[in-house]
């Protein structure tokens, strides 16, 4: 179904059981499955999939009965990115290139996930929480509204692989930060507001406000010891005092208030 | 050559000379090159390439021939990966979207490999092998049957960069397990039943059933001494003792017996 | 525009404002935008987008403006990459598949970059610098001439994550080495002809021709201390003495020169 005020290139094949909302635009060279719903509103750029069969469309295609796939309104799906069926993603989305968005996966609101990135599935993610690129995301992982997870980080979820009664992922509590290409060990909590280093490898869990840093990381202090060394800003933790870019008004809270 | 039992989406680009087996589906928008055969029964999801050019195709396309691209029976290749030209892959072939199979690769029986791997080509992949997401493998690597490498991992081939002369790739020896974001260096063998830590360097050779663990990486003990924290395994290694999903009956070794 | 010796595959949507150069070849499925110019003699590969929209586009799209996006000549872009407005690059440019260039980025003659690598935008790439698989090159960095960076590199920019006021890549002098999966600070700068070990974690300027290695990285010795372990090389940096693979005539120094 697609109203009038949606645009679909030519070269595209929508299945006449998606619902595509007003206003709609999608890309060249789009597959986009019956079980689709995309909100008013949203991008879908070129070459994406959304809806994609989950691996019980191979092993039996005919009895195969795909999960809904939902996303936006206001969503910005960009080119080559990939959403599987029984993915459900609230409001004002975006991701980059080359995304891949696996089955029971479960968005809230204003949640950007960058290009390259690899959401495993049956995790949930907080209201307005950035996932930059090439990062990797484990089943079984929860992240809070408002986490920050830097490019190539990892989230793992195998305690002595390959294991399937035992995985499990990390939950990153709100406003957490882990830097570019950290991993953190399965079932490990991140408190609220920790700062994790880039490239540290996390094995025991982060209190909150904490900052961890080395391989294995270890305690070295306390967000409030992290200085800006250029100057440019007083106070560098919480981040929301300072950076606010891209956050609808009142949703982060107020510079000088506690979160 | 397309059997009445196939089908292929009519917007995908398929090769005349292409042998597609009986049964066999290709999604939309894919292209598959004249030196191609899909076995029986594979699946071929949208955006792939199957039998891509090589590099010396750029150098001078009039005069270039394109070796064969094989695949299958029975494999499933998702979305946007691409399959080279002078890649040979036995049956029950399964690979995530956006993997790249590069020239000279060659895969035997069972093999799985996911989403965003880099397999860079002259290499060997032994039966039921299993790559996860984001590997990179490269030139001139064994992988013996039934090794696991798992997010992240890259096994490197160059041992002061960039030469050409001196290049060699790792060998796995079967049933060895490189755990997440590990970086195994040129030339080193990872013994029969090794474990390799999340995020280790391994600069030596690993004897078997030994785990090695660090940055960089020293031998810790024997997988004899892994435990299941919580409790729900009395024996983590070897994995097939508990391990079996996914494996045809018989392949794997009768949980109690030696492998 | 397109001239008679130019080919474009049927499938691709090529804007009429689009201009191809002499004997330039387009494959299947791709979307090549009216802000477009690909220098005779390239190819450009299927599924690959070139001239992709900035992030204004989606803020507004009435009012978007797209900048220019210039490609070779001789080019070869493989497929399902990606190609911002606001790009411009020079002659006998290469690239893996699945790459994303985006806006700002500024490269020079003979660049190569590998599969799956990230290139956020904002920053300059000196001549013939070569860029492996799946590395991530952040924002404000500066890459000078004949500099390598190998598999999994990064180049970070953000000293105290989230921040949009401090944030600054760093600067590779020419000639430098990064090795696998090593990860450079925001603003570090590292020198002429340095090596760069695999996994290393750079937190402070490597001088010129310095062998730094470790998380985080040390200096521990000069480039000049480094053997070739097999006896195959004599020296074996600077590497321009025996490595010249790719390279036109007269662009390297020669051996016995220096640089």
């Known amino acids: ?10 070269t595209s094949v929508v299945s006449p059981d998606a619902v595509l909302g007003s206003g709609v635009r999608v890309g060249a060279f789009c597959s986009i499955h019956a079980n689709v719903t995309v909100g008013d509103g ?28 939902r996303i936006g309104p206001g969503a910005v799906v960009r080119s080559h990115s990939v959403v599987y069926a029984g993915v459900e993603i609230d409001a004002a989305f975006e991701c980059g290139h080359h995304v891949t968005v696996r089955e029971g996966t479960r968005i809230a609101e204003g949640v950007r996930v960058g290009t390259y990135s690899d959401l495993q599935g049956n995790l949930t993610i907080g209201r307005y929480a950035r996932i930059h690129s090439n990062v ?7 992240l809070e509204e408002f986490v920050w997870l830097f490019p190539h980080v990892m989230l793992a979820d195998d305690p002595h692989p390959p294991s399937d009664t ?3 992922g990390p939950t990153i509590r709100r406003f957490a930060v882990i830097s570019a290409r950290a991993v953190v060990f399965p079932s490990v909590e991140v408190g609220e507001g920790a700062l994790v280093g880039a490239m540290a490898l996390v094995r025991d869990d982060v209190p909150p406000n904490a900052v961890v840093v080395g391989v294995p990381a270890r305690v070295v202090g306390s967000t409030t010891d992290v200085t800006c060394d250029d100057g440019r800003l007083e106070r560098v933790y919480p981040w929301w005092t300072h950076f606010r870019r891209g956050y609808p008004e009142g949703v982060l809270p107020e510079p000088g208030s506690d979160a």
């Open 1 to 10: 179904m697609t109203p009038e005020s949606a645009s679909v290139h030519p």
């Open 42 to 69: 949203s991008f879908v750029d070129s070459h994406t999939v959304l809806g994609a069969q989950t691996a019980d469309f191979y092993a039996d295609p005919a009895s195969y009965e795909p999960k809904p796939c």
């Open 136 to 142: 990797f995301v484990s089943q079984l992982t929860t």
């Open 166 to 168: 035992c995985t499990h």
